[in-house]
């Protein structure tokens, strides 16, 4: 049983202008709440730096200066950190830091002097130490003249007008003079009064380019030296490619074990028991026909059973309807064959153009996953969902199951994880103890995760992964 819900797949979002005026308007609460506590925020920063960092240097004849500049560079590193989370915050592009390591397997001096050698540590102390504070200074001074500027586009025309109706006493030879300013400022009051206003909506009009500008000022200037660099990010990318090259290598071989070892404990051992069979039934045909007819008949139910058992192994291979329509019409039918309903939910479309290898992926994924779910879960009910959006492949299978879900060494969702790795993509379990399971594969669809030049694996362990595998 099956039901679909499918709309026409529809294009990439065009990437949204952060410089539009609208944009940069949207952003003016959060440019704001990063910008004003900025400025005290660097000063407090540097002066604990300036101060630990003074202090380890006139210390350094003896250890303690040693590991006192140790601390230094560490607590330059989580300003930096922080630094970071508030320029995300604050909707800049994030920026990605850099591989720090793990140096628990160190003896605990060491531990607490690998900061000394890892350059890293010294960039985040020139940042928190030296530049953050002399652009927080800048900010702070484009701000305060800013907005010091805006309150007296504003407050001019109430001067004006209360200067213009007061007048001024002027003592001349013994006599006192009143000369009304109301008189001497005839027509000039309008014309404070507009220059004043125009001037203010001018600054009101350009605050938030001002506050857009400033913070990409910030980011800008902190992602050199709190972010990775560009070699660390080309380090991350090949040794995500390597990482994705072995799991399709492994998940090739898990593959063919298990089918191998499929074939020999099932097919196999049943074709040898049909050989036997019919040739007992053959010695017997001519003395015994009543048991020869039992051993014949005998024997065709372990052909049948043998052919059921060949057309669920060769569920791990591409069906005919997969390469002839598509991966939406395999899918459908997958979930119309299913033992239990299958809710099909697709935003694919029935003619969706989609790489060979993620479309066979995608299939052999929902296939493992509903055929565990219908041997474990102990569910009612199915449902499969596939969605493209943002270069990616999403492949989710949610059941009413029992739960509990786990992945262990050499079974199904090991599997699955493996080849969704050597496609360069990702496999989420959400499984708690009386469920439901949520399964989630998502497949990048364009540059395969650097897995070209390698065969996808063929099938993933069905066996039982725990309650829901």
């Not at 440019?31 to 202090?55: D, H, K, Q, R, W």
């Amino acid at each position: 049983m099956t039901t679909a819900a499918t709309t026409p797949a529809t294009a990439a979002p065009a990437v949204p202008n952060t410089w539009s005026y609208g944009a940069v308007w949207r952003r003016v609460p959060r440019a704001l709440g990063y910008l004003i506590p900025t400025f005290l925020i660097a000063i407090v920063v540097a002066s604990a730096l300036y101060s630990l960092f003074s202090a380890a240097a006139s210390l350094l004849v003896v250890v303690i200066g040693v590991f006192l500049l140790a601390l230094t560079l560490l607590l330059a590193r989580y300003a930096g950190s922080f630094e970071v989370l508030r320029l995300r915050a604050s909707g800049e592009s994030p920026i990605t830091e850099p591989e720090w390591g793990s140096n628990a397997h160190l003896v605990w001096w060491k531990r607490w002097l690998s900061p000394l050698a890892n350059g890293r540590y010294w960039l985040s102390l020139v940042h928190g130490a030296i530049i953050a504070p002399i652009i927080a200074t800048i900010s702070f001074v484009v701000l305060t003249v800013g907005f010091a500027l805006i309150a007296a586009s504003l407050a001019l025309p109430f001067s004006a007008s209360r200067l213009a109706s007061e007048s001024v006493n002027f003592e001349v030879r013994d006599r006192f003079v009143s000369v009304d300013l109301g008189e001497r400022l005839q027509g000039l009051e309008v014309t404070i009064s507009v220059a004043a206003v125009v001037l203010a909506v001018l600054a009101i009009v350009v605050l938030p380019y001002v506050l857009r500008g400033l913070t990409w000022l910030h980011a800008a200037i902190a992602r050199p030296f709190l972010g990775r660099f560009s070699n660390e990010q080309l380090e991350q990318q090949v040794s995500s490619l390597f990482t994705s090259r072995q799991a399709a290598v492994a998940a090739e071989g898990s593959a063919l074990s298990r089918i191998e070892r499929d074939i020999h404990d099932g097919p196999q051992q049943r074709l040898i028991r049909l050989q036997m069979d019919l040739a007992a039934a053959e010695r017997r045909i001519a003395d015994n026909p009543e048991e020869a007819s039992a051993l014949v008949a005998d024997a065709r139910r372990q052909a049948q059973d043998a052919l059921d058992e060949l057309r669920n192994l060769s569920r791990g291979f591409a069906p005919p309807l997969l390469l002839d329509r598509g991966l939406f019409a395999a899918l459908e039918s997958l979930a119309s064959r299913s033992s239990i309903p299958v809710a099909l939910e697709s935003e694919l479309g029935a003619t969706a153009n989609l790489p060979d290898e993620v479309a066979r992926n995608a299939y052999f994924v929902a296939s493992e996953l509903i055929a565990n779910a219908a041997k474990h879960s102990e569910a009612t009910r199915i449902t499969l969902s596939v969605v493209a959006a943002d270069g990616a492949l999403t492949i989710t299978v949610t059941d009413d199951g029992i739960g509990g879900a786990v992945e262990r060494t050499g079974h199904g969702l090991i599997g699955l994880r493996d080849r969704a790795h050597g496609l360069g993509g990702e496999l989420t379990i959400e499984s708690p103890e009386g469920g439901p399971t949520v399964v989630r594969a998502t497949l990048p669809l364009a540059g395969v995760g650097g897995a070209s030049g390698t065969t996808p694996a063929t099938d993933s362990d069905a066996a039982p992964t725990g309650p829901s595998a």
